[in-house]
């Protein structure tokens, strides 16, 4: 027996971040020992190149490099990931490889070229999406468009690239227009509850 990973995914501004935080209060609150992880991790000796590289529109990596980091900034944590699963710690991340995938899938690199760094790390037993299908909704939250990405246009491009996680079978959409953060923890709760006394197969891997 070992705990459940979960990822909660979605574009810029979707409530990752609000979402991931409720999720560990509620889970704590039920005694549950769990544990939050944010990708990018910024404090890394490689998270710290990620960080400069988004709140730096000037500065020049090749596509193909800034992918690498990003993979790279999760292969930093995979023994710490497996580790707190097998000693039955609830895992919750706040963006993943798909992430990773659809990012650099919208700027015109392959599928499978963008998994591949990826192919090894442990596999979420649920991912949940965060899904506007009013993309207008995403660019007016708060802080949109102070970061690299952070446009319209592109935004559409990465939407487009995560549909293509839809037939995995850890996915899961949820729509969040005109949603409250009370509603969408809800959505999110019947989607973990069943998975969190524990899983009974091994750590799954991309
Ligand atoms: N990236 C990549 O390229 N490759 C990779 O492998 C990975 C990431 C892992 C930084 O990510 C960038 O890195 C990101 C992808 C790329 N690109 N961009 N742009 P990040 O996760 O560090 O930062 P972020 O995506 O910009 O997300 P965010 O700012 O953390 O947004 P969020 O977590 O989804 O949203 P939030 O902070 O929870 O909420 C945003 C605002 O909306 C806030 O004011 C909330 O109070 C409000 N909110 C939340 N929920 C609601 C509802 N339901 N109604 C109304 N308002 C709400
Ligand atoms: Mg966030």
Not at 16 to 29: A, F, H, M, P
Not at 74 to 83: A, N, P, V, Y
Request: hydrophobic share 35%.
């Amino acid at each position: 027996m070992r705990a459940p990973l979960i990822a909660i995914e979605g574009l810029d501004r979707s409530g990752k971040s609000t979402q991931t935080l409720k999720l560990v209060r509620r889970l704590q609150d039920s005694n549950r020992s769990v544990k939050l992880l944010k990708f990018p991790e910024r404090t890394t000796a490689i998270g710290k190149l990620i960080d400069q590289y988004l709140k730096d529109k000037k500065y020049k990596l090749s596509d193909e490099s800034v992918h690498l980091l990003f993979s790279a900034n999760r292969w930093e944590l995979q023994d710490k990931i497996i580790d707190l699963l097998t000693n039955q710690y609830i895992v919750v991340v706040d963006r993943y490889v798909y992430s990773g995938v659809a990012y650099s899938g919208a700027k015109g690199l392959k599928f499978q070229w963008c998994l591949n760094p990826d192919l090894g790390m442990p596999k979420p037993d649920v991912t949940i999406f965060l899904k506007f299908n009013d993309m207008l909704q995403v660019t007016t939250r708060s802080g949109f468009g102070e970061e690299r990405y952070e446009e319209s246009e592109f935004q559409k491009k990465v939407c487009a690239q995560f549909k293509k996680f839809e037939g995995f079978s850890e996915w899961h959409n949820i729509n969040v227009d005109n949603k409250s953060i009370e509603e969408v923890h809800d959505e999110i709760w019947n989607l973990v509850e069943p998975v969190i006394n524990g899983i009974n197969n091994d750590i799954q891997t991309f």
